[in-house]
């Protein structure tokens, strides 16, 4: 995973996946398997060139951090698109086809996919923002995350009772912002789907914080 970006590997995968992550929905009530298995082979090669795009930093932000970088899966357009389909996929093979009723992204880097997930999966999104930030009533959740302790907020009316809520972010480190973020979609009386993410930070058992609900990582097996 470390160093500069290597050629890109995703153009011919992120077309393929968006016109067949439909066709493993339609597997789930057995239509049509072949293409489902298909849908499913091209997702797991996506994850290996999407793996294969981010780069790792040693020492950043303080020392004795391994800061992984994701921003090399947004400065290709075909590693953009991929990344987003592959997230779709990923989202009905986990969900069942249970569409969320609203994506709650977190500040800063689950703004970067999460409104244009919400976008293709014709939802609402809502955001968790750093205190300070939202103007109007908010809620607000304090969390410790592997370098350092903050306070998240939610605009009161961001959420609807009973709305059903999918909170997605690019990492899952200690678990301690996802499950602030849960702390505030509760707070306002939303149900907690489940949780997204691109990658985990191993060996922080930040998985362990979220609860029930089910929780899963795009590049986990790439
Ligand atoms: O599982 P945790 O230990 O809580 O860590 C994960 C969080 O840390 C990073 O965000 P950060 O707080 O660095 O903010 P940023 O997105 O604004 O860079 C990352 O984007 C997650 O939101
Ligand atoms: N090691 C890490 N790399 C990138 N983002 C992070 N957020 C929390 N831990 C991180």
Not at 110 to 137: S, Y
Not at 171 to 191: C, F, N, P, R
Request: aromatic share 6%.
């Amino acid at each position: 995973m470390t160093g500069p970006p290597p050629p890109d590997h995703t153009s011919d995968l992120s077309s393929n996946i968006q016109t067949t992550a439909s066709s493993a929905a339609q597997d789930a009530s057995g239509r049509q398997p072949a293409a489902a298995s298909s849908a499913a082979s091209q997702l797991a090669s996506a994850k290996i060139s999407l793996r294969k795009t981010l780069r790792q930093f040693p020492d950043f932000p303080i020392p004795g951090i391994d800061f992984v970088d994701i921003m090399p899966l947004f400065a290709n357009p075909e590693a953009h698109a991929t990344l987003v389909s592959a997230l779709e996929l990923q989202i009905s093979q986990t969900f069942n086809n249970v569409k969320p009723d609203i994506i709650v992204g977190l500040d800063a880097r689950g703004f970067l996919f999460g409104p244009g997930l919400a976008l293709r999966l014709g939802v609402g999104f809502a955001a968790v923002r750093k205190k300070g930030k939202l103007p109007g009533p908010c809620v607000t959740a304090e969390y410790v995350k592997e370098y350092g302790k903050d306070l998240f907020q939610m605009q009161e009316d961001a959420i609807k009772e009973g709305q059903k809520v999918l909170i997605v972010d690019d990492i899952i480190a200690t678990g301690g912002s996802a499950k602030a973020a849960a702390d505030l979609v509760t707070q306002l009386k939303g149900q907690v789907l489940g949780y997204l993410f691109i990658l985990e930070i191993p060996g922080l058992n930040g998985r362990d914080k979220l609860g029930a609900a089910p929780t899963t990582i795009l590049l986990e097996e790439a």
